[in-house]
């Protein structure tokens, strides 16, 4: 578990775990990677060291890590932070973490603290975490990133690895081809922006598709009187029929298409626009405009 020496025969870096060490790990606990809960581990040093960097975490921050798996990440956070939280919904892999931790960084597992839990449903967290950094399994990305937005509010930042189309879309401004409901509800809580496209070699076992990189800042939600349920559930109108405008988009959601119309002008919107050009203030307005008119 060591890292390439530097010519004076110091070592370059912390060591991190390769391919050989996840290997071991895995068979240790008698366990393969299973598609069920996406589990796809990291195994070279170099990609770690990345992901960390990109986080731009300080010595002073609480990481929420979810999914950490058997570690590879979790030593990578510990290097850069004071405090990891480590979300594993696997018993083997939480069970087996800490151990880990303290025999590739002796004295660091106290300062990892390991929930197990699904982080679709987890509440509460020992510590205030202020940033998330995680390579999170595609098929619940979205969903785990905004329930831990509106779950945690003391997340000021962070980092999360997704698919590549997945990346895409968190990031993607109104009126591109990618924008859709992951976009607009993420921007509900934080500026979100592509920070890079992981290969899928780096990886064990090895996807079929690309990783993407997104970073994401915590900002303030639009100003309005609608609630944030409110809000979402206009985006989620206005996308399910994405092709329609939004007066026929919306009709369902108003009570009629006329109904609609009156909501939308009252947001200063276009009723002939589609959803896929508006920004998340625009939603807000809509919502807004719909309680006070039905109200």
Do not use: C
Not at 87 to 96: C, H, K, R, S
Not at 111 to 117: C, E, G, I, S
Not at 147 to 175: I, K, Y
């Amino acid at each position: 578990m060591t890292e390439p020496s530097q010519p004076d025969g110091t070592t370059r870096t912390q060591p991190l775990l390769g391919a050989g060490d996840i290997r071991r790990l895995a068979a240790h606990l008698d366990i393969r990677p299973t598609k069920a809960l996406g589990q796809n581990f990291v195994i070279d040093g170099n990609t770690i060291r990345r992901i960390v960097s990109a986080a731009g975490l300080d010595e002073t921050e609480t990481v929420l890590e979810v999914g950490p798996g058997l570690g590879s990440l979790t030593l990578g956070l510990l290097d850069a932070a004071a405090r990891v939280v480590a979300v594993e919904i696997d018993p083997a892999l939480a069970g087996l973490l800490s151990d880990t931790v303290a025999k590739v960084r002796p004295g660091a597992q106290d300062r990892l603290t390991v929930v197990l839990a699904d982080a679709m449903r987890v509440t509460e967290l020992p510590y205030s975490p202020t940033a998330l950094v995680a390579n999170l399994p595609y098929n619940v990305a979205v969903p785990v990133v905004l329930n831990l937005l509106e779950r945690f509010p003391s997340l000021e930042h962070g980092l999360v690895m997704v698919q590549d189309e997945v990346a895409d879309r968190l990031a993607a401004p109104p009126g591109s081809r990618t924008y859709g409901v992951p976009s607009v509800k993420a921007a509900w809580y934080s500026q979100m922006q592509k920070a890079g496209v992981i290969g899928m070699n780096v990886f064990w076992p090895a996807p079929k598709i690309a990783s993407g990189l997104v970073r994401f800042t915590r900002r303030d939600p639009p100003q309005t009187t609608a609630t944030r349920q409110e809000v979402f559930a206009v985006i989620d109108a206005a996308f399910a029929q994405r092709r329609k405008t939004l007066r026929a988009a919306l009709a369902g959601w108003a009570g009629s298409p006329v109904a609609a119309e009156q909501a939308i002008r009252h947001a200063g919107v276009d009723p002939s626009a589609r959803g896929e050009v508006l920004d998340v203030k625009a939603f807000a307005r809509i919502a807004e405009g719909g309680r006070a008119l039905f109200a």
